[in-house]
């Protein structure tokens, strides 16, 4: 799809106007294991471009996930905070994280393409 993009740090941003969709990809939490604990930003947080804002842990490991843009927190996805096993059999779809409305939708371009991201997952 043309309309997600992916960061370095392994999460996905699927555009939807000027609200992003945010979650881990299926690298990221294949990585992790078994998710036990989400823990969400607070809605209306603003954050910026790369800063740590949410939390996913593992029987393995804790995770940050970083804020793929800068924007504002609108909605966080309770239903992982209540089934966070959600995020490793769906981390593209009903396992999203959080939405944020962009400050600058267009930085949305600069993000990693499929076949970018692709790429850096066969340098790993």
Same mark, same amino acid.
């Given at each position: 799809?043309s309309?997600?993009?992916f960061?370095?740090?392994h999460?996905?941003?699927?555009?939807?106007g000027?609200?992003?969709?945010v979650?881990?990809?299926?690298?990221?939490?294949?990585?992790?294991?078994?998710?036990?604990?989400?823990?969400l930003p607070?809605?209306s947080?603003?954050?910026?471009?790369? =800063?740590a804002? !949410?939390v996913?842990?593992?029987?393995? %490991?804790?995770?940050?996930?970083?804020?793929?843009l800068s @924007?504002e927190?609108? =909605?966080?996805? !309770?239903?992982?905070?209540e089934?966070? %096993?959600?995020v490793?059999?769906d981390?593209?779809g009903? @396992?999203?994280?959080f939405?944020?409305?962009l400050?600058?939708?267009?930085?949305f371009?600069?993000l990693?393409?499929?076949a970018?991201?692709?790429?850096?997952?066969?340098?790993?």
């Open positions: 799809m309309d997600v993009r960061t370095k740090d999460e996905w941003v699927r555009l939807d000027t609200v992003a969709t979650g881990i990809t299926d690298y990221a939490q294949q990585a992790l294991g078994d998710i036990v604990f989400v823990e607070e809605i947080r603003k954050v910026q471009e790369s =800063e804002c !949410a996913v842990e593992s029987v393995k %490991a804790a995770s940050d996930v970083f804020a793929p @924007g927190v609108v =909605e966080c996805n !309770a239903a992982i905070v089934d966070p %096993a959600l490793n059999r981390p593209a009903e @396992g999203w994280l939405r944020l409305e400050a600058d939708a267009t930085a371009n600069s990693l393409d499929r970018a991201y692709d790429t850096l997952l066969g340098t790993i």
